[in-house]
């Protein structure tokens, strides 16, 4: 196992998800193999990954949160080792617009594929969480436009996510992407909107983005992408 700090891993692309492409094609083993922190989702669009220090949880329409097992599925995750020795800076009374501009002001990581993790306690933290779909599965648009919200005020816990530059759009989401599990890991999911009371930030930008593919998945295999289609389905499903 190679601990590589400056790269990204990627199972899976996130346009496969947008014409219903849910069937999970990588263990969670073996994609703890790639990554210590990450987010993703589970087979079937099960719930929101949270993957933090080697355990990967999710959480479900419902908004429980379980650990998921070894052999769990997985359609689409992006992981990363992350870098113990980063220095984490202090950020207080700071919402997400204003965090994640003052990122991009501090460093010109715009086009680079950045981690970050906030760990500490937020004020407001408001998510979201995908409902399991079953086949035939309907594409991402159908199957997020009844997606349960969560909100909980004065919360501890881990941010996880990533930023990825605008040329990337489809592989990844452009821009910010992050997921939420709190301390007690009873509440999460993919975040919509938080404000930090006071935590620690970490930033870790990568020279390197691994793109692996479900090269024995004949659905995927046989999938027509439309881009423009991707683009639109990607701002409505995930922002
Ligand atoms: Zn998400």
């Not at 909100?151 to 816990?157: D, M, S």
């Amino acid at each position: 196992m190679t601990y590589d700090i400056q790269r990204v891993y990627q199972h899976g692309t996130l346009a496969l998800l947008i014409p219903g492409l849910f069937t999970g094609t990588m263990t969670v083993a073996e994609l703890l193999t790639h990554g210590n922190f990450g987010i993703g989702t589970a087979h079937g669009l099960a719930g929101e990954l949270v993957l933090l220090e080697g355990h990967a949880y999710t959480v479900n329409g419902d908004g429980q949160v379980s650990e998921l097992t070894p052999d769990t599925l997985v359609p689409f995750a992006t992981v990363h080792w992350q870098d113990s020795n980063l220095s984490p800076e202090v950020v207080q009374q700071l919402t997400k617009a204003d965090l994640e501009r003052r990122i991009l002001a501090q460093a010109p990581l715009k086009n680079l594929f950045f981690a970050i993790k906030i760990t500490g306690k937020f004020k407001v933290m408001h998510t979201r969480a995908v409902q399991a779909q079953t086949e035939p599965y309907p594409n991402l648009t159908t199957a997020t436009r009844v997606q349960p919200e969560f909100e909980q005020t004065n919360v501890k816990g881990t941010l996880i996510g990533y930023y990825a530059p605008a040329l990337y759009q489809g592989a990844a989401v452009a821009g910010y992407h992050v997921h939420f599990l709190n301390e007690s890991h009873d509440f999460g999911g993919h975040i919509l909107d938080y404000t930090i009371a006071s935590a620690q930030l970490i930033v870790q930008p990568f020279t390197t983005f691994e793109q692996h593919f479900p090269s024995d998945n004949q659905a995927f295999l046989a999938s027509d992408f439309d881009l423009n289609q991707i683009n639109t389905d990607i701002e409505e499903a995930e922002h």
